[in-house]
């Protein structure tokens, strides 16, 4: 076999092909955005959920705390387990449920929070904590359902299930919480029932002398639009990426995208008139054109349904791409280009000069919202961080660019 340095090697190629660029300064911008947003009693959760929206769940979790966000937010417990992995110590609630004694007891060994939906739940987890006998009560979060007819208790059952939670020594209750459903909606109707209905079981618990130590209600939506909803912790995700929820919220805070998609042209050519360009020819040349074939296709992310519908930033001007998008692989029309060259840098997703292409801009061409696109890039894609790192402590520090 002929000899290959491999730890340089693999360093090199991350950017040889196409990848995810994560800014920790815009990071770190968004979390001031936010806190400048919020009362000082009301503590700032980052959810990382889906690698932190696909953008690296370490790195972003890292310059988030740094940047004053006090609690981080999960799916699932292995997701919990990387960040804890990972040398990190801030409070990690799960959003999703957890069932099972086995899961119960990797929630107490890493330390993780999570969520009891129902007084079944709160039994398991009361029963496995007896076994394992540790010498502090589990934090639980109480989910509360007030309208999002998703996770939790019937809100009107709120003080029944605080109550039996109360009466298991193996867990202290850390939070009441309730998800809203249509918080980005300028109607208002929803969110005020859920407010009201928050509400009602809050003064339910306090009648029956429950002491709850923290309420939380917003997401994103509801931490941009309405101070009522803020209580003692917002749970912020796509706000901290750096999107809005909604576009008539970009008035209230400015955010600043924290991810860019790149890849490299990897061969130009020109075609004649009435060519075809990739699979079932979708597109026809109708003159000369230059095309640039790049290096990133639907396995890494880029939705096929954009095939023909996408524009891409080189040199600072916006280009077409045309023909399907392939699994590895598209095509743009660089005809107006000039001076380009093979490996040379291509904007996917991203700013480039004063041109920008969103992940608006493509959930609204696939009808789906951002969420879903920020999500959908894959692991192929390195993740590679750019900005300074704050200053922090207790973190194990990760090399920049370093693939996660
Ligand atoms: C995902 C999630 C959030 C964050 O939602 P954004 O709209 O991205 O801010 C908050 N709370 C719960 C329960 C979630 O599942």
Redesign the pocket.
């Known amino acids: 076999m002929l000899s290959w340095d491999q730890s340089s090697s693999v360093a090199r190629m991350r950017q040889e092909r196409a990848w995810v660029e994560v800014d920790r300064a815009a990071l770190a911008h968004n979390v001031g955005q936010l806190r400048r947003l919020l009362p000082t009693r009301t503590a700032l959760m980052a959810?990382v959920?889906a690698d932190a929206y696909g953008h690296g769940a370490v790195t972003v979790a890292q310059a988030v705390l740094a940047a004053g966000a006090t609690w981080l937010?999960v799916?699932t417990i292995p997701e919990g387990i990387e960040l804890r992995e990972a040398g990190i110590q801030a409070p990690i609630l799960i959003?999703g449920a957890t069932n099972t004694a086995a899961q119960v007891r990797a929630i107490a060994h890493w330390q993780l929070q999570p969520t009891l939906c129902t007084p079944k739940q709160a039994l398991v987890f009361a029963e496995t904590m007896a076994e394992l006998a540790p010498t502090e009560p589990l934090p639980v979060h109480l989910k509360l359902d007030t309208g999002m007819s998703r996770l939790g208790t019937n809100w009107q059952d709120a003080t029944e299930f605080a109550q039996l939670v109360q009466r298991l020594p193996q867990l202290a209750i850390a939070s009441v919480y309730s998800?809203l459903a249509t918080a980005e909606s300028l109607d208002r109707s929803v969110v005020r029932l859920q407010h009201q209905r928050f509400e009602q079981a809050i003064a339910q618990l306090r009648q029956a002398k429950i002491s709850i130590p923290r309420l939380h209600l917003a997401?994103?939506?509801g931490t941009l639009t309405e101070p009522a909803l803020h209580y003692d912790l917002v749970?912020?995700?796509?706000?901290i990426y750096g999107l809005y929820?909604a576009a008539h919220l970009q008035s209230v805070l400015s955010l600043k995208p924290v991810l860019q998609v790149k890849a490299r042209i990897t061969q130009i050519k020109t075609i004649q008139a009435g060519t075809g360009v990739s699979y079932g020819h979708r597109f026809i040349a109708d003159r000369e054109m230059r095309i640039a074939v790049v290096a990133i296709g639907y396995a890494d992310g880029v939705p096929r349904n954009l095939s023909n519908q996408m524009t891409a930033l080189i040199q600072g001007q916006r280009v077409a791409q045309i023909g399907a998008i392939t699994m590895d692989q598209l095509m743009l029309d660089v005809s107006q280009v000039p001076h380009l060259q093979e490996g040379d840098v291509v904007t996917i997703l991203g700013q480039d000069g004063n041109q920008t292409i969103t992940a608006d801009d493509w959930a609204n061409t696939l009808n789906t919202i951002s969420?879903e696109i920020l999500c959908g890039f894959k692991h192929r894609l390195p993740r590679v961080a750019i900005g300074e790192r704050s200053q922090e402590s207790g973190v194990r520090s990760q090399e920049s660019g370093e693939r996660r």
């Open positions: 959810v959920k937010g799916a959003l998800h997401n994103s939506a749970r912020a995700g796509l706000a929820p969420w």
